[in-house]
């Protein structure tokens, strides 16, 4: 299969992180738990979440929703290596959802909800397989289905779901995201 090279969704997700710093980009359903998750890790220093590994340039929610797009919700973490290594980020992914569900979370059913690890580095990759294989020993005959790929080019989604459940969702309920606070994650629209 022949790579287009003409669409910007399909190259690399090549943005700069401070210096010092990296990014990770993890798809594990609805990104508005996800992305509170990892806000709550010592050594991460910023969430966004977005839209990723789809084959059309610049999707908003709507279209991303339609399944047409390919494009998994993601959230992209900027984290301090020295503070945070790559595998906490990794233990926070693998706790926070079902790897075993092809295309869906709970009720969240669509592409745009599969598991996914996407990697900015070769030691990322590695460290990602080593964990899937992990895991996967952990459940057994529960196959494990999520994707591990580079990254692609990160389209950050619309402001309202930025920081979405630390800022109150629809309800204006706020939910905590301070550094160790590990309250349960309440997901709502």
Same mark, same amino acid.
Request: glycine residues 10%.
């Given at each position: 299969?022949?790579?287009?090279?003409?669409?910007?969704?399909?190259?690399?997700?090549?943005? =700069?992180?401070?210096?010092?710093?990296?990014?990770?980009?993890? $798809?594990?359903?609805?990104?508005?738990?996800?992305?509170?998750?990892?806000?709550? /890790?010592?050594?991460?220093?910023?969430?966004? #979440?977005?839209?990723?590994?789809? &084959? #059309?340039?610049?999707?908003?929610?709507?279209?991303?929703?339609?399944?047409?797009? =390919? &494009? #998994?919700?993601? /959230?992209?973490?900027?984290?301090?290596?020295?503070?945070?290594?790559?595998? =906490?980020?990794?233990? /926070?992914?693998?706790?926070? &959802?079902?790897?075993?569900? #092809?295309?869906?979370?709970?009720?969240?059913?669509?592409?745009?909800?599969?598991?996914?690890?996407?990697?900015? !580095?070769?030691?990322?990759?590695?460290?990602?397989?080593?964990?899937?294989?992990?895991?996967?020993?952990?459940?057994?005959? =529960?196959?494990? /289905?999520?994707?591990?790929?580079?990254? !692609?080019?990160?389209?950050?989604?619309?402001?309202? &779901?930025?920081?979405?459940?630390?800022? $109150?969702?629809?309800?204006?309920?706020?939910?905590?995201?301070?550094?160790?606070? !590990?309250?349960?994650?309440?997901?709502?629209?």
């Amino acid at each position: 299969m022949a790579i287009d090279t003409t669409n910007s969704a399909l190259e690399l997700d090549l943005v =700069n992180p401070e210096p010092g710093h990296e990014f990770a980009q993890f $798809g594990a359903g609805c990104f508005w738990g996800v992305e509170l998750a990892f806000q709550r /890790v010592l050594g991460v220093l910023k969430t966004e #979440v977005g839209y990723s590994q789809g &084959h #059309v340039p610049d999707p908003n929610y709507k279209l991303v929703c339609s399944g047409t797009t =390919n &494009h #998994v919700e993601v /959230v992209r973490v900027q984290f301090d290596p020295q503070v945070c290594p790559y595998t =906490n980020l990794l233990s /926070v992914f693998w706790g926070r &959802h079902d790897p075993t569900t #092809v295309n869906r979370q709970g009720g969240d059913v669509g592409t745009q909800y599969r598991s996914g690890i996407y990697y900015y !580095n070769e030691t990322q990759a590695r460290l990602a397989r080593e964990s899937m294989e992990a895991k996967q020993l952990e459940l057994k005959e =529960n196959k494990i /289905v999520t994707e591990i790929l580079p990254a !692609n080019r990160f389209y950050r989604a619309e402001e309202y &779901h930025q920081q979405y459940l630390e800022k $109150g969702g629809r309800r204006g309920l706020k939910q905590s995201a301070d550094k160790g606070c !590990n309250d349960p994650i309440r997901c709502y629209g």
